[in-house]
């Protein structure tokens, strides 16, 4: 007890330095100045200036040591100084929410969904249960409502919205591995592709199955997964006495954005009694585009389908979603009864209880992030973006298949590709190294058939005909450079 006597609550602190914050909750004045001050910090950075650099950035290795050893203090600090030390880390490494950032699979993130973070966080209303604030379940339903329809994906379908594309493609299969081989981890298959994304293997390790059991099954054209290998593998499985659980197709493959042979492997996984799982981390929202709907046929068929909004939905990272056709699946692995949850009633209009259906149970309002981008830009502007993001990407391949001294090894399916230069692999470690030097243009190298391969993904928002223009440019000179 303090002082102030009985009956009379400890006071709180007052800042009286109107640098400082102030209380917790800070006054409006306060927090508008809070709120300026960040704004002036991140507004060129919500910009798609084709000058800014991907690359060039100094490391920041000293800055990071500082950091390190940094711990908060007791004291506040003054509003700028904390801000600044923001801004002296984004003056550092490697800016890929850039237009120029062409490497892996770009991300961009929509100020918009940053808004609606920064909205949900501070209301921060509970979602893990609908009954806490329904309207705001149901908007983040109504949302998944959409995915699954734009999927064809029946009622009984049911999205949720995780922090990624693991997260979501682990849910997956501990939702198969519950469906097809209940309490037997140790004999389920999964059935992979040679390009498959190493986060199935790691959600198949974290799910109780031996790595042995990821059946990597080999390639029509080196690319895309055969569905005969398919089949005969889990026959062999079958006679092994072992359980064949999931069939994992990909939807665009990250390495060459190859899609693989969907409808043939949905029939082979529905003849033989397996889940068939689709990720489309990176490809998914292609479905907003009258191509990529092509391309992604017999996706329709999938048991559960991974997505990416923080790719190909252009949203800061943090953001995934996964599809599952019948979402008693889902109850059936992740509903648990809890004493301290007993004071809830079932929700009348039977809006999904998020943490009874999926690993977590304290959730941020995520729907949000996703919704207000959507509501503000409209969906055409996305399908847009897209279409976009596919022409650039078959524009660089038609230039550099008439670059003397280069060869295109993988065409875009989607919106990657890849190509090698004249020489050998460390030819092209060093064309990379060139490229970089540029500051302007980020790319990304892999091997395809035991060979090094240069690989340009095109994805961002940001990325324009002139950023893309540029790359290939960069791409010629390292091509026409004796080495
Ligand atoms: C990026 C990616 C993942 C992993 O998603 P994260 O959001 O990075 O966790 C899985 N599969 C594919 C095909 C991807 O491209």
């Known amino acids: 007890m303090t002082e102030q006597g009985a009956g009379v609550p400890p006071g709180g602190w007052e800042a009286s330095d109107s640098r400082l914050l102030g209380g917790f909750d800070p006054s409006p004045e306060q927090s508008q100045a809070l709120l300026s001050a960040a704004w002036q910090l991140i507004s060129a950075l919500a910009s798609g200036d084709p000058g800014r650099d991907v690359l060039g950035h100094p490391r920041g290795g000293e800055l990071a040591a500082t950091l390190l050893a940094q711990r908060p203090a007791a004291a506040p600090a003054p509003m700028d100084d904390a801000l600044a030390t923001i801004g002296e880390i984004l003056a550092t490494g490697v800016d890929n929410a850039a237009p120029g950032e062409l490497a892996y699979i770009p991300g961009s993130g929509l100020l918009a969904a940053a808004v609606g973070d920064l909205i949900a ?13 329904p309207a705001a379940v149901a908007l983040e339903q109504g949302l998944l409502r959409w995915l699954t329809e734009l999927f064809g994906l029946p009622a009984t379908s049911q999205g949720l919205l995780l922090s990624g594309g693991s997260a979501a493609n682990l849910t997956a299969l501990v939702t198969a591995r519950d469906a097809h081989a209940p309490g037997r981890p140790e004999a389920a298959c999964v059935y992979v592709g040679q390009h498959a994304h190493a986060s199935v293997r790691k959600a198949a390790r974290i799910a109780g199955l031996r790595p042995e059991h990821v059946r990597v099954c080999t390639s029509q054209d080196g690319l895309r997964l055969d569905p005969e290998a398919v089949r005969i593998a889990i026959k062999q499985d079958v006679a092994d006495g072992l359980v064949p659980t999931a069939v994992v197709g990909a939807a665009g493959t990250t390495n060459t954005g190859a899609v693989d042979p969907l409808a ?12 068939f799982h689709v990720d489309a981390a990176y490809g998914g929202f292609f479905q907003l585009t009258v191509r990529g709907r092509g391309r992604l046929a017999g996706i329709e068929a999938a048991d559960s389908i991974t997505l990416d909004p923080h790719k190909s939905l252009f949203l800061p990272f943090g953001t995934g979603a996964l599809l599952v056709r019948d979402r008693d699946h889902l ?67 038609a230039q550099l298949a008439s670059t003397p001294g280069v060869e295109v090894v993988s065409s875009p399916e989607l919106s990657i590709l890849t190509f090698r230069l004249a020489g050998d692999d460390q030819r092209q470690d060093r064309a990379l190294s060139r490229i970089h030097a540029d500051g302007h243009v980020r790319l990304s190298s892999t091997v395809i058939d035991g060979r090094v391969v240069l690989r340009l993904a095109v994805l961002s928002h940001r990325t324009t005909a002139d950023t893309v223009a540029h790359a290939v440019e960069l791409i010629r000179a390292a091509a026409r450079q004796p080495d």
Do not use: C, K, M
């Open 331 to 397: 109850a059936a692995t992740f509903a648990e009864d809890a004493d301290y949850l007993r004071d809830h009633d079932e929700d009348p209009d039977a809006l999904p209880d998020f943490s009874a259906i999926s690993p977590e149970l304290t959730r941020e309002w995520r729907g949000l992030r996703l919704w207000l981008p959507l509501a503000l830009h409209g969906t055409d502007a996305f399908t847009a973006a897209l279409d976009r993001a596919l022409d650039l990407a078959e524009w660089a391949a």
């Open 264 to 275: 043939e492997l949905a029939a082979v996984a529905a003849e033989q009694g397996v889940w």
């Open 121 to 133: 966080g501070v209301a921060n209303r509970y979602t893990g249960l609908a009954g806490f604030t």
